[in-house]
């Protein structure tokens, strides 16, 4: 199985703050890196595909960067609905795998 | 707007037979990959397996063969059957749809938590 490792497990930041997330994968994906956002109690929510797209619906304060076994995602300027969990997930090939998250909480 | 809702039992004994269902609504389940993910309290997300509506099927090595999957495309639902069921087993269960592996999982259902307990 191919290993998501995320950094920083946790991060403290204040509203407006530029935040960045770390995934590395123990292997090349190539650029089949998804960045999930999860509240408590809800489902994850699809904000990056394929490393860098954007999701429908979901704001341009987000971004990812990467390929290979190095990828980003960055939030611009934090804002208090950002205040959440955020996995990544490679699609390469099964089984797919998550990373441990990071949970971005308020400073 | 595509919707999914789990259904099944909250409870299931161990060393039997976890199942549930998602209802699709609101597009086909017609040309997708329709996969489950499980995640115990407070903890990661764990994919379990996915199948395409062609009945081909891909599951996670780590649940030992325990796993199946099944769809029935003219109820637009899909299932999952887990068995010999733990502790370990314990979590809620999201089912997803995915577009392919340049799209990851788009839409989620509100997930279910299944218990394993006596």
Same mark, same amino acid.
């Given at each position: ?7 920083? +497990? ?29 509240? $408590? ?35 611009? +300027?934090?804002? $208090? ?27 | 707007? #595509? ?8 409870? #299931? %004994? ?6 549930? &269902? ?10 997708? !990959?329709? &996969? ?6 407070? %903890?990661?997300?764990? *994919? ?26 003219? %109820?637009?639902? !899909? ?5 010999? #069921?733990?502790?370990?087993? &314990? ?16 839409? *989620?259902?509100?997930? &279910? ?6």
């Amino acid at each position: 199985d191919i290993q998501m490792t995320q950094s920083p +497990s946790s991060l403290s930041a204040s509203v407006g703050d530029r935040v960045t997330i770390t995934c590395r994968a123990s292997q090349s994906i190539n650029s089949y890196l998804n960045w999930y956002q999860q509240k $408590p109690g809800k489902p994850p929510k699809l904000l990056i595909y394929a490393a860098s797209s954007l999701q429908s619906g979901v704001p341009s304060r987000f971004s990812g960067s990467g390929s290979g076994t190095a990828f980003t995602v960055t939030i611009s +300027s934090l804002q $208090p609905e950002d205040f959440a969990t955020y996995f990544c997930q490679q699609s390469y090939t099964t089984p797919r795998t998550f990373g441990q998250g990071t949970k971005v909480e308020i400073k | 707007q #595509v919707q999914l809702q789990e259904s099944g039992p909250g409870l #299931v %004994k161990p060393s039997e037979t976890l199942s549930l &269902t998602c209802s699709v609504s609101g597009g086909s389940i017609n040309s997708y !990959f329709w &996969t489950w993910i499980r995640q115990p309290a407070g %903890k990661g997300l764990e *994919w379990v397996g996915r199948l395409y509506t062609s009945g081909t099927t891909n599951y996670n090595p780590s649940l030992e063969g325990r796993v199946t999957m099944s769809v029935d495309t003219s %109820k637009n639902q !899909f299932s999952l059957n887990l068995t010999s #069921v733990s502790a370990a087993d &314990t979590a809620v269960y999201y089912c997803a749809r995915e577009m392919g592996s340049s799209r990851g999982l788009d839409y *989620w259902g509100q997930g &279910t938590l299944v218990t394993v307990s006596s």
